[in-house]
């Protein structure tokens, strides 16, 4: 059960909110927000290309994050946080910092689990699934990813007490009626992923948000291999 909450968690990554908002039914629909946010939601055939482009163009990414699911009754279920360095082809390494320690790692082919309360590693070989593993969204340069789902988008102004600031997000549904999500939105500040956020085939809503965040700075190869810490117990199912 411990090996699939890490997987599960990794699931989870590559989700913020919006938490699951519906993709719009018309061209171009304005609604206003409870809170007063006007919303502008719209689909067109070239959407594909805008978010492939967006997600192709991020080669690198690091950032903190914090991670918070909810249950069908919004109850929540789990919140952490942690930072992420994120590669293209499938590179990425993952660490939790509370409210417990867990490092995840891919190198593109295998993937590692380290549990240190346990004091346990397990490696399997990476599964480059995004539906299973969106994470893998990010840093993609695939032409027919998205082929798989169907894409709308919509904009909203969000302001602070000095700045205003316009974040585009793209909501994606999977057309297999197999996929382990119902809805998956990614949300950008300009460049900048800022939030992911997934909705369940079970009703859970997890929402991952981005903070001192920083695209295409360089990162060593060496930070995708994971170092095995001595006497801790290793499994290996890659074979």
Not at 78 to 83: A, L, M, P, R, T
């Amino acid at each position: 059960m411990h090996h699939l909450n890490k997987y599960i968690l990794l699931i989870g990554l590559l989700g913020g909110q919006v938490i699951a908002q519906e993709p719009a039914e018309t061209a171009t629909q304005a609604t206003v927000s409870k809170t007063g946010q006007k919303q502008v939601l719209q689909t067109m055939s070239g959407i594909n290309d805008r978010l492939h482009h967006q997600l192709s163009t991020i080669r690198s990414m690091q950032s903190d994050f914090t991670q918070q699911t909810v249950d069908a009754t919004n109850a929540l279920v789990q919140e952490n946080e942690g930072v992420l360095s994120i590669a293209t082809n499938a590179r990425f390494v993952v660490k939790t910092q509370s409210p417990f320690e867990q490092t995840l790692v891919s190198d593109g082919d295998s993937f590692w689990t380290y549990d240190e309360a346990l004091d346990q590693v397990i490696i399997t070989r990476l599964d480059k699934d995004v539906n299973k593993v969106p994470i893998l969204l990010l840093g993609n340069d695939d032409a027919t990813l998205l082929d798989a789902y169907h894409v709308s988008w919509y904009e909203q102004e969000a302001s602070s007490a000095d700045t205003e600031q316009l974040i585009t997000h793209y909501v994606l549904e999977p057309k297999a009626n197999d996929a382990l999500f119902q809805v998956l939105s990614i949300a950008f500040i300009d460049d900048l992923p800022k939030e992911i956020s997934i909705k369940d085939t079970l009703g859970q809503q997890t929402r991952i948000s981005f903070y001192n965040t920083s695209v295409n700075e360089p990162i060593d190869d060496a930070v995708f291999l994971f170092q095995i810490p001595a006497d801790v117990d290793v499994i290996d199912d890659r074979s």
